[in-house]
């Protein structure tokens, strides 16, 4: 292997020395934060762990510190094969001896890695979950020793979440076969409810729980109304995020490509990544955007998870999130370092339309309908709040907060006001299309209706008639929409059909006949731009004047070793690792390692190297 060997730790009575030295030698941190320790001792000490953890906060050293201080290897479940490579760099990089099993691997590169796993020679061993199920896998796995098995991204088994992957389900088994084993499943999101699924799936219900706060203060969660989503978009990253490392979610394969597109076009080199490109040009491309500094990917869901790039200055969604979970999952891979970052969204009428219809329509049972739109309304309340968006996303998974002052509905507060009559005119109109004419019709003939316009489908359908028609003259087209919108974000409307015509619901009645009160938001004006926000130039202005070039010339080094070593820049050193090594600039290698990120192995690897920049 190529990384040398890390010296085992004999465990005393307490675990906390070896697993506090251990921070420190191999990856150069002097504290833990939040409960690392608290969990990592627990593993240590051979307990069962399910860890809920933000992202960004640390999941990994969680298993990583116990595979090093246990005697045997760390077997790592991960879904990620694209992936795995990038971790197994990052390790070696610290001097950890990792090494992973998968289906791009030739006979011979498994048939090395199986035996340096039988000899000792690993400390960590990542395995895809369908690996697990193959018989050949168990049998080496029996002939090895086991210092734990880290089940990541543990979401995964969640039968009806966002990500689920029905290989994960085969995971409860490990407790029968390797019963002295400790296990620590660990997730970066999850409700109280999906926490319990995942504790019971994984046969981890006697397993101690570790909940981290779900809180990420220098994430800026932004909603605004969609208008020419593209051209929104645009203005974001050329007036914010200039020059930042980026992604951008869309729900369908040909808007990825088209934004891509729009947005190279238009001076910003973003990429594509679908299910639908092929293995070689997705691998390509997600290798781009961890390699190369202020890409962007504009793409579904298929991507982002077990990313590890810390610089990720921005997450936008230019359609709805199918629910919380994924909204916070995909967000948190914004801002993994610390600094500031945006969490942005565009949000409109057909994203609840098109939402609403995709419900509907999908398989499974009652049951399974009644859920997704559970996870819907609780999305659409979070774009219709006019309270801290923060406070609302923490309370969603069970947690208390206070409003943050940095998010769109802090800085620029929301106004609420009674939209009674205008529901009723809205419902009255779908009512006497639906009772009096047996007729359904989209929003955009209702709105016809309601502003009076003598459109050819309203002349066709005699619809002047109505007596709803032209009630409507005090609000704008883009204001009935909005109106429209908020219905179904209450469950006052809904859809039906192919062609998403609007329908009443059983709580329509109680709007109608004036026994419930409506209210709706105003459409906030624009959020003034946080101070907290920067861009990659933005913050290198932080640094004092003097070590702005310093800095420069470090992340130039950087950039040329990690090209020759074909590993991301942020396995060589973090840009927080950098920044404070412009700024203190040390002269000793002494000096150098108490840099916080510079471990053992770094610091005689890259040591003389990052000392002669200095002095260049």
Same mark, same amino acid.
């Given at each position: ?299 579904? @869901? &298929?991507?982002?998870? #077990?990313? +590890?790039?810390?610089?990720? =200055?921005?997450?936008? $969604? *230019? /359609? ?38 995709? @419900? &509907?329509?999908?398989? #499974?049972? +009652?049951?399974?309908?009644? =859920?997704?739109?559970? $996870? *819907? /309304? ?239």
């Amino acid at each position: 292997m190529r990384a040398h060997r890390i010296a085992r730790v004999t465990l005393p009575d307490t675990a906390t020395p070896a697993t506090v030295d251990t921070l420190r030698r191999v990856f150069g941190y002097d504290a833990f934060r939040g409960n690392q320790q608290e969990i990592i001792d627990h593993v240590v000490g051979g307990g069962d762990a399910l860890v809920l953890m933000p992202t960004g906060g640390g999941k990994s050293l969680c298993y990583q510190i116990p595979a090093l201080v246990r005697d045997g290897v760390g077997i790592v479940v991960s879904p990620l094969i694209a992936l795995m490579q990038d971790q197994v760099d990052a390790l070696t990089a610290l001097g950890v001896r990792a090494g992973f099993l998968n289906s791009t691997q030739d006979f011979e590169q498994r048939r090395e890695v199986e035996a340096a796993f039988l000899a000792g020679d690993l400390d960590l061993l990542y395995l895809a979950p369908e690996r697990l199920k193959v018989e050949s896998t168990l049998r080496l796995l029996d002939r090895g020793t086991i210092a734990l098995f880290a089940i990541d991204e543990a979401h995964c088994v969640a039968q009806w979440g966002h990500d689920f992957r029905p290989d994960y389900l085969a995971l409860s088994a490990l407790h029968e076969r390797w019963p002295t084993v400790p296990r620590i499943a660990l997730t970066a999101t999850a409700t109280e409810a999906t926490r319990k699924e995942i504790a019971t799936r994984l046969n981890l219900d006697d397993a101690r729980q570790f909940v981290s706060s779900f809180d990420r203060p220098n994430i800026q969660y932004r909603i605004v109304a969609k208008n020419r989503p593209e051209q929104q978009l645009l203005e974001l990253l050329t007036t914010e995020h200039k020059g930042d490392a980026g992604i951008v979610y869309c729900l369908s394969r040909n808007s990825t490509e088209r934004t891509a597109a729009f947005l190279t076009q238009n001076g910003i080199e973003a990429l594509p990544y679908h299910a639908g490109l092929d293995a070689r040009t997705r691998a390509a491309n997600q290798s781009r955007f961890l390699r190369e500094d202020g890409l962007v990917v504009v793409a579904t @869901i &298929a991507f982002g998870m #077990g990313i +590890d790039k810390p610089d990720v =200055r921005f997450v936008a $969604h *230019l /359609d709805l999130p199918k629910s919380v979970e994924g909204y916070y999952q995909e967000t948190g891979r914004a801002g993994r370092d610390g600094l500031a970052s945006t969490a942005w969204l565009a949000y409109g009428l057909q994203d609840v339309v098109q939402q609403r219809k995709m @419900i &509907a329509t999908s398989e #499974g049972g +009652d049951a399974h309908r009644r =859920r997704l739109g559970v $996870h *819907l /309304d609780a999305m659409l309340a979070l774009c219709e709040t006019v309270e801290c968006r923060r406070v609302q996303l923490l309370n969603y998974f069970g947690q208390q907060g206070e409003p943050c002052g940095n998010c769109d509905t802090c800085l620029a507060p929301p106004e609420s006001w009674d939209g009674t009559v205008a529901a009723q005119k809205v419902l009255s109109a779908v009512f006497r299309l639906d009772r009096e004419r047996r007729q359904k019709f989209g929003v955009g003939h209702v709105v016809d209706i309601l502003l009076g316009r003598t459109t050819a489908k309203v002349t066709q359908f005699n619809h002047e008639s109505l007596t709803v028609f032209g009630v409507g003259a005090e609000l704008s087209e883009p204001e009935w929409r909005g109106v429209v919108r908020q219905l179904l974000a209450q469950g006052l409307l809904t859809v039906e059909g192919d062609h998403g015509t609007l329908v009443l619901t059983d709580a329509s009645a109680d709007v109608l006949g004036r026994k419930r009160e409506v209210r709706l938001r105003h459409e906030p004006k624009r959020a003034t731009r946080s101070s907290g926000r920067k861009s990659a130039a933005a913050a290198q202005a932080e640094l004092p004047d003097e070590a702005k070039p310093v800095f420069e010339r470090l992340r130039s080094w950087r950039a040329a070793t990690a090209k020759e070593q074909g590993v991301p820049a942020y396995v060589i050193f973090h840009d927080a690792t950098l920044r404070q090594i412009a700024t203190e600039s040390p002269a000793t290698l002494a000096a150098l390692g108490s840099v916080s990120g510079v471990g053992e192995n770094k610091l005689a690897k890259y040591g003389q190297q990052i000392l002669d920049t200095l002095a260049a």
